[in-house]
């Protein structure tokens, strides 16, 4: 079993950057590739970035790229998404989650509790 927290969101203006932090506890964290998913409002769950177990290998959505970096640190058992020139439609409660590297969310077995970014206009 892994346990998941995020934190890290709030309310931001249109530009602004966060950076959310996924802690891990349980089992081995560097057993699992982590990702990174949204849900907006009216949405459905959507991929936005992934990184292998050694943090070797990343891939993010076309929507985020370029303004999104997923990266981890396997000694603090925690993933990262820095997150740039945030817009509006990135307004979004953001999961992270443990698994197999991809952007399936079926091939992830354990999911945080998510955390509201909010980006104002």
């Known amino acids: 079993q892994v346990q998941l927290v995020e934190s890290g969101g709030g309310l931001v203006q249109t530009g602004d950057s966060l950076r959310l932090s996924c802690a891990a506890s349980g089992r081995t964290f560097n057993n699992y590739a982590m990702g990174w998913f949204r849900q907006g409002p009216g949405k459905e769950r959507e991929f936005v970035a992934t990184?292998?177990?050694?943090?070797?290998?990343?891939f993010h959505a076309g929507s985020v790229k370029g303004r999104f970096t997923i990266s981890r640190d396997n000694a603090r058992n925690t993933v990262y998404l820095q997150m740039n020139s945030l817009k509006p439609e990135d307004t979004a409660v953001y999961y992270c989650?443990?698994?197999?590297?991809?952007?399936?969310?079926?091939?992830?077995?354990?999911w945080g509790q998510g955390t509201q970014v909010t980006v104002s206009s």
């Open positions: 990184v292998s177990t050694n943090g070797g290998r990343t």
């Open positions: 989650a443990a698994g197999s590297y991809g952007i399936s969310p079926n091939g992830y077995d354990y």
